[in-house]
C-alpha cells in the first residue's frame, strides 16, 4: 500500500465557530484502502462527544472514511459499515464509544432535522457523530468540532481536507 502523502498544516480564523481559530491539513489518498486507514489515524484524534462534518459530493468517500472511523473504535468491522442514505442514520455501538453515521442528503427542512432526535445523541458523552451532508444546515456548521471535506483529483484518488476547531 502507497504510503498517505501529507501536505503542509495552516491554520486560519474562523468567526462562524464557537472555536477561536481552526487547524486545517490536508491528505491525499489513492485508493479506498487508504481513505480507511486514514479514517482510523483520525479516529485516534477525536475524543467523544464530537460533531463531524463530512462534506464532498456522491460518492466522494464520506463512508469510505467512515468505515476507518468506526472500525478503529471497535464500533464495527469496515464491510459493516454503509451508507445511511435511506435509513437516515446508522448506529454502531463499540464498547467506549457509539458512532453514528448520518446522512442528511434528503432531510430539506428543520422540521425533518428535528424528527430525527439528533439533539438527543450530540453532546452525549460516549457519542462520535459523522454527519454528511450537514452543511445543508447552518447550526452544524457553528456545532462542529471537525469537517472533512473530500475532493476527487481522479478515479481514485482524494484530495481531503481535515478542519479542527480548537480554543
Do not use: C
Not at 20 to 28: D, I, P
Not at 105 to 115: A, I, K, Q, S, W
Not at 153 to 161: A, E, F, K
Amino acid at each position: 500500500m502507497q504510503a498517505l502523502r501529507r501536505l503542509p498544516s495552516t491554520a486560519e480564523p474562523a468567526a462562524f465557530l464557537r472555536y477561536s481559530r481552526t487547524v486545517t491539513q490536508e491528505f491525499s489518498t489513492h485508493s479506498a484502502e487508504e481513505t480507511i486507514e486514514l479514517g482510523r489515524q483520525l479516529a485516534r484524534r477525536l475524543k467523544p462527544p464530537s460533531l463531524v462534518l463530512l462534506r464532498g459530493d456522491l460518492g466522494a468517500g464520506k463512508t469510505t472514511m467512515a468505515k476507518g472511523i468506526a472500525e478503529a473504535f471497535d464500533a464495527a468491522a469496515q464491510d459493516d459499515v454503509t451508507s445511511p442514505t435511506f435509513t437516515l442514520i446508522h448506529e454502531y455501538r463499540g464498547p467506549q464509544v457509539s458512532v453514528y453515521h448520518v446522512d442528511l442528503y434528503r432531510v430539506d427542512t428543520p422540521r425533518e432535522l428535528e424528527t430525527l432526535g439528533l439533539d438527543d445523541l450530540i453532546g452525549q458523552e460516549r457519542n462520535l457523530l459523522l454527519v454528511e451532508w450537514g452543511e445543508k444546515f447552518p447550526r452544524f456548521l457553528r456545532e462542529r468540532d471537525v469537517e472533512i471535506a473530500f475532493q476527487r483529483t481522479g478515479p481514485d484518488d482524494r484530495r481531503i481536507t481535515i478542519t479542527t476547531a480548537t480554543d
